[in-house]
């Protein structure tokens, strides 16, 4: 079992819709949680940053980990065309200690 | 603020020459990282620097890849010789401290012929 799984997609919307992006994990010790944007050649942008279980929220992104059934999700609400890139979710026990990330999933929004 | 500045943007070689990759970071970042993203895969970390020393480099296919961060600030990724399975992403990565969020240049796209 890898220690992140993240589902590859595609994943096609039309615009408007809203979006969920999920992670799955094994690794119990994982205490930091993170979401990254990457357009076509370009590196990743950082767009969550969550400590432990729980909701956060900046605008349209919603970031929600669930520690006990090991589950992490994005959700975009409103998607827009320009939502259309890889998402990445990353994870770490510690800052010392690796980010482990998912393969990405990539997301087109349809006008 | 600036980003992670990184160069080239993209390189070609053939298999078995050399090639290095440079990175600037933020102004004031402490810990730099170097990453290789494989075509359909997430980052994988190559090794962390805090300062000019080396964190974590257990991933380093040390045979064929150096880097060094001398004085604290840029550093360089080299790989000599190149084989065909090195094609990649090469990204740079700093934050402020090691617990802090993580910012990403471009990235280097290397592809061996």
């Known amino acids: 079992q890898k220690e992140v799984e993240q589902d590859p997609g595609p994943l096609s919307v039309p615009e408007g819709a809203i979006v969920s992006l999920n992670c799955t994990y094994s690794n119990s010790a994982f205490q930091y949680f993170m979401w990254y944007r990457q357009y076509s050649r370009k590196g990743p942008e950082l767009l969550m940053y969550?400590?432990?279980?729980g909701n956060k929220e900046d605008g349209r992104f919603t970031a929600q980990v669930d520690k006990s059934s090991k589950y992490i999700s994005l959700f975009i609400r409103d998607s827009q065309p320009s939502d259309s890139a890889t998402y990445l979710c990353?994870?770490?026990?510690?800052?010392?200690?690796?980010?482990?990330f998912g393969k990405g999933t990539r997301l087109s929004v349809i006008a | 603020e600036a980003g992670v500045a990184q160069s080239p943007r993209y390189k070609i070689i053939e298999k078995r020459q050399s090639v290095a990759f440079w990175c600037n970071p933020i102004s004031g970042h402490a810990t730099l990282y170097w990453y290789q993203q494989i075509l359909g895969q997430g980052p994988k970390l190559l090794i962390q620097f805090q300062n000019n020393g080396v964190v974590d480099d257990s991933q380093l296919p040390k045979d064929r890849f150096s880097a060094e961060r001398l004085k604290g600030v840029d550093s360089t990724l080299k790989i000599q010789p190149a084989k065909l399975e090195d094609s990649a992403v090469y990204l740079c990565?700093?934050?402020?401290?090691?617990?802090?969020?993580?910012?990403f240049g471009d990235g280097t796209r290397l592809s061996i012929l």
């Open positions: 990353a994870m770490t026990s510690s800052g010392n200690t690796p980010l482990v």
């Open positions: 990565a700093s934050s402020l401290v090691t617990d802090q969020p993580q910012h």
């Open positions: 969550t400590y432990s279980s």
